[in-house]
């Protein structure tokens, strides 16, 4: 077959029908249409053409009947990546694969194929020559490591390789156990750590002053010094001591450091810590006694509430004595600042003068000048600006806008004109000229090699100046070039400085390593502080923001500091003219890295911008990058920065574009910008809500309008995706929520901390996804959080909630609307119950007990009422309150918030009483699964559960006996085995002894949902012998309804199932009841128990049956399945009888192979073959018999 003319789509059937059809087209075939000659025929697996409600050829009907140049429907991806694997393309399967995990629509198929190495090796041992190599098997490449040069038979279902499964198993869960491990220390260091700095103030000056208290180790600190002392005895050699020490600490790990804390930094070893103890006191010159002087504006009265009236008074004239005596003081200060002013300018005129004079001595007596040995000692205490002190950046520029000049010299002038000063003084003078002089007399410095006559010793020779310069010309001295220029020139003042690093740095930069860069930094952002030239202030913060090619996130950090410090300096003015162009430049800079500098930039400037260009320019742009930038990481600092800028925005018209960035967040299709918008830029927008006052006039009731359409959307396929955004979004603004109920309260004004404050409980609040969202941060502390809650608490108990507008909008308004929207969800999805439950316990643990138990049951309960005599007819058509999600939610959510005796006895009479109800008024049990599903997850409510059920198996009637027979199953898997065999199993053997049938016949899905899960041999051979017993007791013979329960229960459970109990007691039973069928005269239950066991048998197919079995009990059974389907369903005979041809092939293949210890590799391919082609196949049922022929013809 030609390249072009292979439709990968297509099995090896569908390939031999499309050129039968061409070939009849080419003939000209009579009463084809046109249209359906180019249309190929795309199959569905079984999942999705039962998804789509099509029968098995109801798909090619479909594309058949589309008009001519109609689009056809488009392939599932998941079907492209079955037929590629099917038809072993799969190199051209792994680059799909590859592609798929770059777009993030990583597949589950390929993502297991692929991970999975069983998929990729072989039996070392070959094939005879004479066979010909199976359909799909790999050729032999070059490379040593190749597909096929591996074992595949380790990993077939033979079990001779489950020594080889268990140890790979064991070696995973090990793994996957010091995973957990590792993440519950971190957790328990995190705990530590946040209960340790949240000790409150007292305490923590009790620890100090009590010396018993300060030796107490605490755990963290004995496993970091046991880890330092075991490392420093292995390194001095001291084995034997450290094994000692081990043993005797064998609760840690001393070969990890992670195992002492996740988050604690490995601290130096114990020698290092030792020798540099000495060089951590304290020095004694820090050590002095100063007097403060104080402001008068930064004096607060501290409100004591528990002093009298006329104490108070009295400290109140005390207060106003001080004030007044500070105003005496300031005003002797003025007088004395005034007579100092005028005495600096009579010193300026003096300094002038003598300026003057001593330049004028220096010109005239240059060469006969004797240097004094006085000023030669003081040359080396001169302090220049980079003497270990930093610049004053706000005083330098004060002082260059009112145009003066520093200069230091040393001369000891000062030290002549006045003797009495000390002598220490007389080595630096300070000289201040005016702009007028500085432009017309040159720069003089004082540093001295270049500010002091000098005088070098001259040679007594008799050379002319002509000589001498012409001999020094050979001295190499580059002072022609730029760099040159700069070194032969000394800067004489600071501002020289500047000009000069200005002109320098873009030189430097490019010359230094990229891993050393970030040095430059403080150097630049001085300079760009200092230099008196826009142009060059803007060069140098452009080299700052292209410093590093991809800064990564400590070399950003750095960046961003100096930003702002830079900012602090200079002011919003130039902030906004200097940095933010430089952001702007970057913002669609091609590395991410640059990208995410700039949007961590706007959040940190915030506070340093205006607040016009905070609300206009910087929004802007961070609105531009969220919807364009294709980074996750982008977007996610870009959420952040949001979250910044929320806090300083006061234009209340900006409102309405805040909250279309929040949608537009949570729509985000990346994680990481979702968690970013719940954990600051929510909380930080709810924040300004508030205090416009739209949270619970706009935002919340906007929310609860998308969740109520989504679900309005749904009927027919609901967005559950969606649906979680908007109730997480949710369950984020509770806290402030409450915050705002709690500062409207009435009691608010009340509210003052007095004397010793109770502590809150730490389990009083759900754990805060983010400090944003814990309501004491809210508040402002726990301490006023603490007073408030208890005025709270007593106003819901005593005083009720008159007045309280705020509260009375959740209990009428926001409830009541939230338990309507409740019971328009779908029950069966299991997500969005799961959702609605979490939100319900957040708002009622939030909430609090009180308003839980007086505020939101009472609504609950009278929409659930549970009484038989009140049971809704429409329950029977499962249109009552009963069958919709409000009673999971319920019991979920509400019923589980608080978890003592009390709440536990009002759970479980609920769901008997639901139970109840549902069984004798014959509802759908819906709800109830779904209940016991969410509780089931949470190993806690097992018993619970299980006590319910047993409610239901000594009940008296029978229906509700069936309804927990049929719970059991539900509850099996996530039970541990203990709890199976001490409470299941008992009451499923009480129910298979009952009277009723029904109900024994609804205890055989549990019987074998145990059969699946459970390992405890006893335990299978209880549940063994009690399904042997229904099929062996002659009461039973001639039950219909228990015979389909049994098939359709070991066509589900077979697969999985422990292979013994399927080799020894499933195949040789479906094979009698096989036989039995043959026999039965009704053709309704024959065909009925047919279809069970040809799904039954589909379904076994795909496990490893050994030659023994295939030949004794399944490929008999097919047969007389083929007996009874020759008469019933002619359609499934034939595809019977291929299975049967692809038994007998595999039992032929075994025969002719030497290994019988495992398949080879043309058996456990041809297996896979029938699998997938078998699979894929099963619905096409509808199509002529024909092509079922092919279904399972191989490629030829």
Known sequence: MAASSVNPFLSDSDEESERKSRRGKDVGAPGLPLSTAHIPTLPLSPQQEAGFGYSGGGIREAAVGLPLGAEPPRVPLDTIAAQLLRDQYILTALEFHTELQEAGRELPRLRDYFSN??????????????????????????????????????????????????????????????????????????????????????????YKSSPEMQEAVKPLEKRALNF???????????????ITFSDENDDQDFELWDDVGLNIPKPPDLLQMYREYGSHTTSSKEMKDVAVGIEPGDLEVLP?????????????????????????????????????????????????????QSFAAVATTSDSLVHPPAVTEQVPENRTVDSGEYLDIRSFERNSCSEEKEVSTSCPIDAITNPSRPSATSATITTLTTKNKKETEPAIVCPPSAHE???????????????????????????????????????????CVM??????????????????????????????????????????????????????????????????????????????????????????????????????????????????????????????????????????????????????IDDPDKYLQGFELQMSALNDPSERVINATHQVFLPAFAAWT???????????????????????????????????????????????????????????SKAKLQGEVPQIEVTRFPRPASPLQDVATIIGSREQLSVLLQLYDNQLEHEGTTGWENLLWVVNQLLPHLIETVGKINVTSTSCVHDFSRYFWRLCRTFGKIFTNTKVKPQFQEILRLSEEAVDVSATAGNGVLTKATVPIYATGVLTCYNQEEDRKLLVGFLEDVMTTLSLSHAPLDSLKASFVELGANPAYHELLLTVLWYGVVHTSALVRCTAARMFELLVKGVNETLVAQRVVPALITLSSDPEISVRIATIPAFGTIMETVTQRELLERVKMQLASFLEDPQYHDQHSLHMEIIKTFGRVGPNAEPRFRDEFVLPNLHKLAISNNQQVIDTKRL?????????????????????????????????????????????????????????????????????????????????????????????????????????????
């Open 117 to 206: 190495p069983g998929n990729f090796e072989r039996h070392t041992s070959t094939p005879p020559k004479d066979l010909a190599p199976a359909p799909g098997q790999l050729n032999r490449a070059g490379s040593i490591s190749t597909l096929d040069s591996l074992d595949f038979a380790r990993y077939s279902d033979d079990g001779n390789r489950e020594t080889d499964e268990r140890v790979a198993v064991l070696e995973f869960e090990l793994r996957k156990a010091k995973e957990t491990i590792q993440s519950l220390r971190a957790n328990l260091t995190q705990a530590a750590a946040f209960t340790e700095n949240d000790v409150p103030l007292q305490e923590r000056k009790n």
């Open 228 to 242: 330092l002392v075991n490392e420093y005895l292995l390194k001095i050699n001291y084995k034997l001591t450290s």
């Open 304 to 356: 004591s509430v528990q002093e009298p009236a006329t104490l108070q008074h009295l400290q109140l004239e005390e207060q106003t004595k001080l004030v007044q005596e500070l105003q005496d003081q300031l005003h002797i200060l003025k007088n004395e600042k005034i007579t100092l002013t005028m005495q600096i300018r009579q010193l300026k005129s003096e300094i002038e003068e003598l300026k003057r």
């Open 453 to 495: 006559p000098v005088q070098f010793d001259k040679p007594n020779r008799m050379l002319s100046p002509a000589f001498h310069q012409a001999l020094l010309s050979f001295c190499r001295m580059a002072t022609d070039s730029r760099l040159g220029a700069e070194v032969s020139r000394i800067a004489d003042s600071e501002q």
């Open 499 to 648: 000009l000069m690093l200005g002109r320098c740095l873009p030189h430097i930069v490019p010359n230094v390593l990229l891993a050393k860069r970030e040095e430059l930094i403080p150097l630049i952002l001085c300079t760009a502080c200092l230099h008196p030239e826009p142009k060059e202030r803007d060069q140098l913060l452009h080299i700052l923001f292209n410093l590093i090619k991809r800064p990564d996130d400590e070399q950003r950090q750095m960046i961003l500091t100096g930003c702002v410090a830079f900012a602090r300096h200079v002011g919003p003015p130039r902030v906004e003219a200097e940095l933010l162009p430089q952001c702007w430049e970057q913002i669609n800079h091609k590395y991410p890295e640059r990208r995410l500098l700039v949007a961590e930039a706007c959040g940190a400037l915030a506070p340093y911008l205006p607040k016009e260009i905070r609300s206009s320019l910087v929004l802007s742009m961070l609105q531009q990058m969220l919807t364009e930038d294709k980074a996750d990481l982008v977007r996610e600092a870009v959420i952040k920065s949001l979250g910044i800028i929320m806090a300083y």
């Open 690 to 748: 508030t205090e416009l006052g739209k949270l619970q006039s706009h935002l919340i009731p906007t929310l609860l309008s998308n969740i109520e359409k989504t679900l309005r959307d749904g009927e027919h396929g609901l967005d559950e995706h969606k649906l979680h955004l908007h109730l997480s979004a949710m369950q984020s603004l509770i806290p402030p929520l409450f915050a705002l109920v709690l500062k409207n309260a009435p009691f608010a």
């Open 1088 to 1196: 009925d128990i047919a279809i069970q066991l040809f799904e039954a048998y589909s379904a076994l197919s795909c496990c490893f049956i050994s030659e023994e079995l295939m030949v004794c009990h399944f490929l008999p059974g097919l047969k007389c399945l083929r007996t009874d389907m020759e008469h019933l369903s002619p359609e499934h005979e034939v595809i019977l009888g291929s299975m049967i041809k692809e038994c007998e092939l595999k039992v032929e293949n075994r025969t002719v192979q030497e290994p019988q210890s495992s398949m080879s590799i043309a058996a456990s391919l041809v297996s896979e073959d029938t699998k997938t082609r078998f699979l894929n196949k099963m619905g096409q049922l509808s199509t002529s018999g024909a092509m079922l022929a092919n279904v399972f013809q191989r490629k030829k």
